[in-house]
């Protein structure tokens, strides 16, 4: 019984995790350009690789 109890917790902080993640999106996506939610809409929902897509790797640490 515990090893379900452990499984259902592990899957609401998941749940908790993505919604917060999803709300710190949304607030820094406010302050961007057109042109990169663009580019990040393309790198994120293409099935090419990033330099086909006409995207460069981050070169940032």
Known sequence: MRLA???A???MDFGKECDEYMKKFTERRT???KL???L???RYTSIEE???AGISESTKD
Do not use: Q, S
Request: zero cysteines; charged letters at 50%.
């Open 50 to 52: 990033p330099n086909e």
């Open 40 to 42: 990040i809409v393309k």
């Open 31 to 33: 302050g961007m350009t």
């Open 36 to 38: 990169e939610r663009e």
């Open 9 to 11: 917790i592990r899957r």
């Open 5 to 7: 109890e452990d499984a």
